[in-house]
């Protein structure tokens, strides 16, 4: 089973600011196949990147997704106020199981 | 959209069937999958059904059963032995690698 390992577990920005996620794999993720999800409290999980780069539907550019191998980045370039949640990645490349990290919470500093 | 119904609160050893209204899109043609997310806790991969078969997480296998009525557009998750470590929202995702499409989640808790 893929471990997925997320830094830091907390990061604290303001808006506007530049924020950089990271996620790292205990082995390779095949074919890259990592995504990312935001969630704001008391509601479900929102689809951001697939294929640790490519973004989902409706997904604003600001959003954007890198990486290989075991180490993958979530970048959002200029926080708008609705971006502070908790971002999870996830590894489909190696199952069952599908893991997902343990989070990372963007919290407005 | 993905709308999950059947949760509540039960004592541990207790069974529960969670249900999944599907609507929008061709829900015969895609994978599914049950995700879930303890208290203040991270998500969890339960179960996901597809053309190929089933597959559970350790922590349910032998406990839940997954199935799927391609008629009804509904996905069901079938929760026998319950623990209290199965206290969750329990999501209802289109899928079973990456995840497009997610319910707004059912709520289990066990608890004596």
């Known amino acids: 089973e893929i471990v997925l390992t997320q830094s830091p577990g907390t990061l604290s920005l303001s808006p506007g600011e530049r924020a950089t996620l990271s996620c790292r794999a205990s082995q390779s993720v095949s074919n890259n196949y990592l995504a990312w999800y935001q969630q704001k409290p008391g509601q479900a999980p929102r689809f951001l990147i697939y294929?640790?780069?490519s973004r989902a539907t409706g997904i604003p550019d600001r959003f954007s997704g890198s990486g290989s191998g075991t180490d993958f980045t979530l970048t959002i370039s200029r926080l708008e106020p609705e971006d502070f949640a908790v971002y999870y990645c996830?590894?489909?490349?190696?199952?069952?199981?599908?893991?997902f990290g343990q989070g990372t919470r963007l919290e407005i500093k | 959209q993905l709308l999950e119904s059947g949760g509540g609160l039960l004592q541990p050893g207790g069974s529960l069937r969670l249900s999944c209204a599907a609507s929008?899109?061709?829900?015969?043609?895609?994978?599914m999958s049950w995700v879930r997310q303890a208290p203040g806790k991270g998500l969890e991969w339960v179960s996901s059904i597809s053309g190929s078969g089933t597959s559970y997480a350790d922590s349910v296998k032998g406990r839940f059963t997954i199935s799927r009525d391609n008629s009804k557009n509904t996905l069901y998750l079938q929760m026998d032995s319950l623990r209290a470590e199965d206290t969750a929202v329990y999501y209802c995702a289109k899928g079973q690698l990456k995840v497009d499409v997610w319910g707004k989640g059912t709520t289990v808790t066990v608890s004596s």
């Open positions: 294929g640790a780069s």
């Open positions: 996830q590894q489909y490349g190696s199952l069952p199981p599908i893991t």
């Open positions: 929008g899109f061709t829900f015969s043609s895609y994978a």
